[in-house]
């Protein structure tokens, strides 16, 4: 007989890349438990404000409690402060309210992309526990582990502990960042059974939010 457990694993993968003057959000569309598919056309994207974009996998129940309480948060913001959160604001929000639930966690691993107040590309990456830290490029979920080394491979930020401190943000164009996303979810799609379907890409730049599909394999 099997333990009562409050917590699923729906599976699932994120990746964000911020370059000089846009970000790139992108996760896969399949929801799963175990060997089961429970639907191919689920976002796991989310737009928090006009400059600021959260992805999240892990357990489904608990990334929509997390939306809509920054959801929530976010309207009181603007209604107190007359204007929209910046992406870093938001970014210790999401790590305020993570860590105010660490003794019963979100079972999330999010992802926060945006354009900062300078306009540059920016990528806060968490724990389910609300550590964070920015970077140049980051994947969450159960592809994280195939996504990541190639990540490090193809554009390999430099170390925070360098003094001065390096830009984290990287190198590539917009189009060779889509490019790479899209390298990297047909490579894990491969190898991962709970990521694979359609790819949701949203790009964030000066001109606003732009959205587009891929189809991944389906088996």
């Given at each position: 007989?099997?333990?009562?457990s ?28 175990g ?6 056309d ?22 929509k ?5 920054l959801?929530?948060?976010?309207l ?10 910046s ?11 993570l ?27 968490y724990?389910?526990?609300?550590s964070y ?5 980051s994947?969450?979920?159960?592809g994280?582990?195939l996504?990541?080394p190639f ?26 960042a ?10 894990a ?21 732009h959205r587009e ?7």
């Amino acid at each position: 007989m099997s333990r009562f457990s409050p917590y699923d694993n729906n599976g699932g993968s994120c990746v964000a890349i911020a370059g000089a003057d846009y970000c790139v959000i992108a996760s896969d569309t399949r929801m799963s438990t175990g060997y089961n598919i429970l639907t191919r056309d689920h976002s796991k994207i989310y737009k928090l404000a006009d400059k600021c974009i959260l992805a999240s996998s892990g357990f489904q129940a608990d990334m929509k409690a997390l939306q809509k309480l920054l959801a929530a948060r976010h309207l009181i913001y603007q209604h107190q402060h007359n204007k929209q959160m910046s992406c870093p604001a938001m970014g210790q929000l999401l790590s305020n309210t993570l860590y105010y639930k660490r003794f019963f966690p979100y079972y999330t691993f999010n992802v926060l992309g945006g354009l900062d107040n300078e306009g540059k590309g920016c990528v806060y990456t968490y724990d389910a526990v609300g550590s964070y830290e920015r970077v140049g490029y980051s994947a969450q979920g159960s592809g994280s582990v195939l996504i990541m080394p190639f990540l490090d491979n193809q554009l390999k930020s430099p170390s925070p502990l360098l003094l001065p401190a390096q830009d984290a943000v990287t190198p590539l164009s917009q189009s060779e960042a889509i490019d790479l996303v899209k390298t990297c979810f047909a490579s894990a799609t491969e190898r991962d059974i709970h990521t694979g379907d359609n790819l949701e890409i949203v790009v964030l730049n000066a001109g606003g939010i732009h959205r587009e599909f891929m189809p991944l394999r389906r088996d």
